[in-house]
């Protein structure tokens, strides 16, 4: 079983510059995803756009707080084993 409080999908832009958000799954009321995220506000998004599956056990551990997008699944309370697939 897999849960999540909240999951957005984000796609590699053709320019390899931008991430456009796809969709999202959220329980709490609210647009709070930018349409566009640049690739290099997420610490995982090189090894996405190289094709590996990331796995994350401990986001707090794991994630770089000092990035803008790790910062915005921190703050939504992202827990253990979040799972990022390209």
């Known amino acids: 079983m897999l849960d999540f409080d909240a999951m957005a999908i984000r796609v590699v832009n053709a320019d390899r510059h931008t991430l456009d958000l796809v969709g999202v799954l959220d329980t709490e009321e ?3 995803y930018a349409g ?6 997420y610490s995982m998004s090189r090894r996405m756009v190289s ?9 707090e551990r794991e994630l770089d707080p000092d990035r803008a997008g790790d910062r915005r ?3 939504r309370g ?3 084993s979040s799972s990022c697939r390209s």
């Open 51 to 59: 094709g590996e599956t990331i796995l994350i056990h401990d986001a």
């Open 36 to 41: 566009i995220a640049a690739p290099e506000e």
């Open 78 to 80: 992202a827990g253990p």
């Open 30 to 32: 609210g647009s709070q």
């Open 73 to 75: 699944i921190l703050a």
